[in-house]
C-alpha cells in the first residue's frame, strides 16, 4: 500500500495507517489539522506582567525617601501668603512643618519662653502689649486721624475740670457748715435741693431757646458754655466767704452747670459723628464715654491727693481752692479750645457753605472739612457776618432794606425762583458812609440745592461788586449784577456740587438756625 502524505481536497484522512512501519506527520498536516478541527480559532495573547510585589515594593521605596526629603525641607518655618488684619492685631499664617500657626506681626504676641531672652527685650514687648491694651480699650476701631489729637486734650480738659468740681464741691460744703456742730442739717438739705431744682429749670429754658444753635453754631456754643462752666466754679469756691448768700451764690452757679451740661450732652452727638468714618457713632460714643470716667476719676484722684498733702495744714487747705482754681481753669478751658480745633464737621452750614464757594470763586477748588475748620475757627468773634457785603439768609428788614430796588427785585419773581436777592443796610441808621449787605430770601419749599444755588449767587454778586468800588455805584449796578451772577451761578452750580460730593461734604441738608429758616411764599400759593 503506497501512502499519500499530501492528499488532496477531496481526501478526508489525513494520513493512510501502516502497522507495520509507523509514520510521522509533518507540521504541516498537525496544522491543517488544527484548522480542520477548530475553524474560528481564538486568539490567545500572552503578555509578560512584571514581579508585583517587586515594582510595589520600588514605588514605596522612592515614595517614602521623597516624603522624608520633603519633611526634611519643610521643618524650617514659613509664611503663607495670606495674613490676617483686625481691630487691635495683624497676623500672619506659619507653616512649621507639623502645625498651622497664627503668629502676629506687630510684635505683641507674648509667652512664657519669651522670658528665656534678654531682659530689655522682654520689656520693651511687655510695653508693646501694655500700649495695645490700652489703646483697644480707649479708642475706637475706625475714626478720622485727627481723633487722637481731640483725646489728648480732652484729658487736660476733664481731668481739670474734675478737680476744679471737687474742690467746688468741698467748699460749698463747708459753707453750708457740714462738719461744724452748729450747723442745721434740714436748711442745708433745702437749700441743697432748692439749688438743684433752680438750675434744672433753667436749664430747661435755655436749652428750649438754642436748640438750633448746637448744630449751626457748635464749637461757638461749647466753648462759650465751657467759660461759663470755669466761671461757675469760682462763683462756688466764694461761698465759704459769703455763707449767709449761700442760696443766692449756689443758684447762680448751679445753673451756669446746667447750661455747660446741657450743651455738653446736645453736642456731643455731632462731635463724634465727625470722627465716625465707618458710620461707628454707637463704638466712638461708648469710647467717649470710657474715657469721660477715666479721666473723671484722674481728676478726683488729683484732688483727692492735694487734700491729703495739705491736710496737717489748715490754713494752706483753706486757700488750696483759691490757688488752684485759676491753674486748673486756664488748663481745662485750653484744653477744650484746642480739642474743638482738631473737630471738623462734614455736615454744611450759611458760614460753611460760605467759605467753601468764596474759595472755590477764588481760588478753584473746593476746601476739605479740615481747611475750612482751620478758617472757621472755634467762632468766638460774634461779629461774623457784619462785615462789608456779608451774605446773610433771612427775612426782608424794612427798616434796613433799600425798598425801591427791594420792590423792584420782588415784582420781577415768577413762580420758578425760590430764592431772590436784595441789598441790607447793616444797621437801622442811614448814615453818609452806610456798609451794606446781601440777603438771601428763600421760598418756602426751597431744597438743599436751592440754597447752594442762592449762596452760590449771592457770592457771584459779592464778586462783582469789589469792581464797583462804591456803594452807591453798586446800588445803581444792582440789577445788572444780579442777572451776571445768576447766568454763571447756572453754568458752574454743578461743578460745585459735584466736587463738594468728592470732598466729603455732607450735601443732603443744610443746619441752618431759627432766624434762617423764615421762608416767603407767593399769595397765590
Not at 12 to 31: A, G, L, M, T, V
Not at 312 to 331: D, H, K, T
Not at 379 to 407: H, Q, Y
Amino acid at each position: 500500500m503506497q501512502s499519500n502524505l499530501y492528499p488532496s481536497t477531496h481526501t478526508r484522512s489525513c494520513f493512510s495507517w501502516n502497522p507495520d512501519k509507523p509514520q510521522i506527520p509533518s507540521p504541516k498536516i498537525f496544522e491543517q489539522q488544527r484548522l480542520l478541527n477548530n475553524p474560528t480559532p481564538k486568539l490567545k495573547t500572552s503578555i509578560n506582567y512584571p514581579s508585583v510585589s517587586n515594582s510595589l515594593k520600588t514605588s514605596l521605596n522612592f515614595g517614602e525617601e521623597k516624603l522624608n526629603k520633603q519633611e526634611e525641607e519643610t521643618r524650617v518655618p514659613f509664611y503663607l501668603p495670606i495674613s490676617i488684619r483686625n481691630s487691635d492685631s495683624h497676623s500672619r499664617y506659619i507653616w512649621d512643618g507639623k502645625d498651622l500657626k497664627l503668629v502676629s506681626l506687630e510684635g505683641n504676641a507674648f509667652s512664657i519662653s519669651d522670658f528665656d531672652s534678654s531682659f530689655e527685650d522682654t520689656v520693651q514687648k511687655l510695653v508693646r502689649i501694655c500700649i495695645s491694651a490700652i489703646r483697644n480699650f480707649f479708642l475706637p476701631r475706625e475714626v478720622s486721624r485727627n481723633y487722637l489729637e481731640y483725646v489728648k486734650w480732652k484729658f487736660v480738659h476733664r481731668v481739670s475740670s474734675s478737680a476744679l468740681q471737687v474742690l467746688a464741691t468741698q467748699a460749698m460744703l463747708r459753707a453750708i457748715g457740714i462738719g461744724n456742730s452748729r450747723s442745721l442739717p434740714l436748711a442745708a438739705a433745702l437749700n441743697w435741693v432748692l439749688k438743684d431744682g433752680l438750675g434744672r429749670l433753667c436749664r430747661c429754658i435755655y436749652t428750649a431757646s438754642l436748640a438750633s444753635s448746637f448744630d449751626t453754631n457748635l464749637k461757638r456754643v461749647r466753648f462759650c458754655t465751657s467759660v461759663l462752666f470755669s466761671l461757675s466754679i469760682g462763683v462756688e469756691l466764694l461761698t465759704p466767704v459769703f455763707p449767709q448768700y449761700f442760696l443766692m451764690l449756689a443758684s447762680i452757679a448751679n445753673i451756669a452747670k446746667q447750661i455747660s451740661l446741657a450743651c455738653y450732652l446736645a453736642t456731643s452727638t455731632a462731635v463724634h459723628r465727625s470722627f465716625a468714618i465707618a458710620d461707628n457713632l454707637g463704638e466712638v460714643s461708648a469710647k467717649g464715654q470710657i474715657q469721660t470716667v477715666c479721666f473723671d476719676n484722674l481728676g478726683l484722684t488729683l484732688a483727692a491727693t492735694l487734700n491729703i498733702l495739705s491736710a496737717n495744714n489748715p490754713r494752706l487747705q483753706a486757700g488750696l481752692p483759691f490757688v488752684m482754681y485759676p491753674i486748673f481753669s486756664v488748663l481745662d478751658l485750653f484744653g477744650i479750645y484746642q480739642g474743638l480745633k482738631h473737630v471738623h464737621l462734614q455736615t454744611l452750614t450759611k458760614d460753611r457753605l460760605d467759605i467753601i464757594i468764596s474759595t472755590w470763586i477764588q481760588q478753584g477748588f473746593v476746601p476739605s472739612p479740615e481747611e475750612v475748620s482751620k478758617q472757621e475757627g472755634v467762632g468766638l468773634s460774634w461779629s461774623r457776618g457784619r462785615e462789608p457785603w456779608s451774605i446773610r439768609i433771612g427775612c426782608l428788614n424794612p427798616r434796613r432794606c433799600t425798598a425801591k430796588l427791594s420792590v423792584m427785585t420782588m415784582q420781577s419773581l415768577n413762580s420758578e425762583d425760590f430764592y431772590f436777592l436784595s441789598p441790607e443796610s447793616l444797621s437801622s441808621d442811614f448814615k453818609r458812609n452806610q456798609e451794606y449787605g446781601i440777603l438771601l430770601c428763600l421760598r418756602e419749599g426751597a431744597g438743599t440745592l436751592d440754597v447752594i444755588r442762592g449762596i452760590l449767587h449771592a457770592s457771584y454778586v459779592r464778586k462783582g461788586i469789589e469792581a464797583c468800588g462804591s456803594s452807591s455805584a453798586v446800588l445803581k449796578q444792582w440789577l445788572n449784577l444780579v442777572e451776571d451772577g445768576k447766568r454763571l451761578t447756572e453754568q458752574n452750580l454743578g461743578l460745585l456740587y459735584e466736587q463738594m460730593l468728592s470732598m466729603g461734604w455732607a450735601c443732603k441738608n443744610i443746619l441752618l438756625s431759627t432766624q434762617e429758616q423764615a421762608r416767603y411764599s407767593f399769595i397765590a400759593d
